[in-house]
């Protein structure tokens, strides 16, 4: 079978990520160590005959793919329906600030963001109408070759969850951690297979730090 591989990455350390803010659609930027993990993936995926680099048109994505991309020779490519889920009037706070804002919402739990939403925000149902597509349209172009997508934990979590036959109920069981990479191949019979999750020179190197 001719399958089609993608390398799905997870950007890399975002600024303020020890404050636990909802970044969401916000542009916020990546660390000296973001930039450091999407350096190690370029390392990592050198050599490994991908055709095209895609990501996020945020800049905590998109600068992981040109680094990427730079690596490989190629010109990234943006997708803005590859952004992360909108949080509506929670973006950019963190959840002690979004409540004291929003009193209303001290009962919001993400544990029901399947069809529940933020006010002004989307749902994971909704993310996925706009992800998926946007994934089948790459997975088109590109059939029977390699490609790279650079984008978030949660564009992540829902390709991976389509991927391995999962409802929504599962996102969070899904782990993806900054400059995580996960390997999945796409069948034209419609065979999903993931290869590896979370994984990637980043994640050994977490991993030697913490044992």
């Known amino acids: 079978m001719n399958e089609t591989r993608i390398y799905l990455v997870r950007h890399g350390q975002v600024v303020g990520h020890d ?3 909802y970044n ?5 930027d990546i660390t000296e160590l973001g930039r450091m993990q999407m350096e190690r993936l370029a390392d990592f995926l050198e050599g490994r005959e991908i055709r095209a ?3 996020s048109d945020l800049q905590r994505a998109w600068k992981g793919a040109v680094i990427i991309a730079e690596r490989l020779g190629l010109e990234p490519i943006t997708v803005p329906a590859l952004r992360e889920l909108h949080l509506g009037r929670w ?3 963190t959840r002690d600030e979004a409540i004291e804002k929003y009193p209303e919402d001290a009962g919001f739990s993400f544990q029901d963001i399947a069809n529940a939403r933020i006010k002004g925000g989307e749902s994971l149902t909704e993310l996925r109408k706009r992800v998926l597509p946007a994934l089948e349209r790459i997975i088109d172009r590109h059939s029977g070759e390699h490609v790279c997508i650079v984008a978030h934990g949660g564009v992540n979590r829902v390709i991976l969850a389509d991927a391995m036959g999962l409802g929504l109920e599962n996102f969070f069981r899904i782990e993806q951690d900054y400059g995580g990479l996960n390997i999945i191949d ?4 419609g065979l999903r297979v993931v290869k590896m999750l ?3 020179p980043n994640q050994e190197m ?3 730090i913490i044992y």
Do not use: A
Request: hydrophobic share 20%; charged share 30%.
């Open 19 to 21: 404050e636990f803010r």
């Open 24 to 28: 969401g659609h916000s542009d916020v």
């Open 53 to 55: 680099v895609y990501s």
């Open 91 to 93: 973006e950019g706070l």
């Open 186 to 189: 796409y069948f034209q019979d």
């Open 198 to 200: 979370n994984g990637g």
């Open 206 to 208: 977490e991993r030697t």
